[in-house]
């Protein structure tokens, strides 16, 4: 699952990562190291040719004559295929959805349902696949001694994680507002034994086939969803992240409690008397035999 994640780009860092300069509800951007349900991210999402023209034809409605706008529309390329939406995280059910509404929101959903349910299956043949580009995510393990979870924060090296998610978009015509959720699969080998699902993550040259719901069938989109192949960055995390209200670079550089440093130094010390000890036992042996 994916409860938790790090979104820390600059609007210009995204832009360039995204592809697009385009924007919808730019005005509930923000940054945060430890983004939780109900926040407000950008996805990345395709507009189709129809929305394009009618969002061309309003730009120059107040500027110029019908004909001219006419023209002006048809021979400007569609050079702007993307476009970086801030969309709310959580999904509710489209027919259950209001203003007054206190419905659960759904924050993951299986990919190997998403046909299944009505609520992801609807806004899916409507188009709505879209990518999610974060720097990493949160996943929390129970620690047997300790009795409590521990965070990890999983990344990769060097680049974003590109998420696929399921979007859908208000009814209102003049409404910029969209709810998403992420799809999770089967965790990869390397983070398994942390949990045993994680997000869907999509590789660069597979964005294309998620996102162009014109050229590419869903059916095809969905062949996509399965565990990542390639090896996944896992690093503990400050037990900080656990609350919401804890914000900054310091939740993902995890550093040992004093308690934590004696605890170590503590272990290693004993270890190191028992190994130090098993040598001296083996030198006197040795020495005994010749």
């Not at 702007?80 to 969309?87: D, I």
Request: hydrophobic share 35%; with cysteine.
């Amino acid at each position: 699952m994916c409860g938790r994640f790090v979104f820390a780009f600059s609007k210009d860092e995204l832009e360039n990562i995204s592809g697009t300069k385009r924007w919808l509800n730019a005005e509930k951007y923000h940054t945060s190291y430890n983004v939780a349900p109900s926040a407000y991210v950008p996805i990345v999402r395709t507009f189709t040719p129809e929305q394009q023209v009618k969002e061309q034809v309003e730009e120059l409605k107040v500027k110029e004559e019908p004909q001219e706008q006419d023209e002006k529309v048809a021979n400007k390329p569609f050079d702007a295929k993307r476009v970086l939406h801030v969309m709310k995280w959580g999904l509710q059910p489209f027919w259950s959805r209001s203003v007054s509404n206190t419905a659960k929101t759904c924050v993951n959903a299986r990919s190997e349902t998403l046909l299944e349910k009505n609520m992801f299956r609807v806004p899916l043949k409507a188009g709505g696949r879209g990518v999610l580009i974060v720097n990493g995510f949160y996943e929390w393990k129970k620690d047997a001694e300790e009795k409590r979870k521990n965070p990890y924060f999983i990344s990769v090296e060097n680049g974003p994680l590109y998420m696929a998610v399921v979007y859908d978009l208000s009814k209102e015509k003049s409404s910029k507002e969209g709810q998403f959720t992420i799809i999770t699969v089967d965790a990869s080998p390397c983070v398994a034994w942390l949990h045993d699902r994680m997000p869907a993550l999509l590789e660069p040259n597979q964005l294309d086939v998620w996102l162009d719901t014109k050229k590419f069938s869903l059916e095809e989109a969905l062949t996509l969803l399965r565990p990542l192949e390639g090896n996944l960055k896992v690093q503990q995390a400050s037990r900080r992240v656990n609350s919401v209200r804890n914000d900054g670079a310091e939740l993902i550089s995890y550093k040992r409690t004093r308690e934590e440093t004696d605890r170590s130094t503590s272990q290693s010390s004993i270890e190191n008397f028992f190994s130090s000890s098993s040598r001296n036992k083996c030198t006197k042996g040795n020495d005994m035999k010749e």
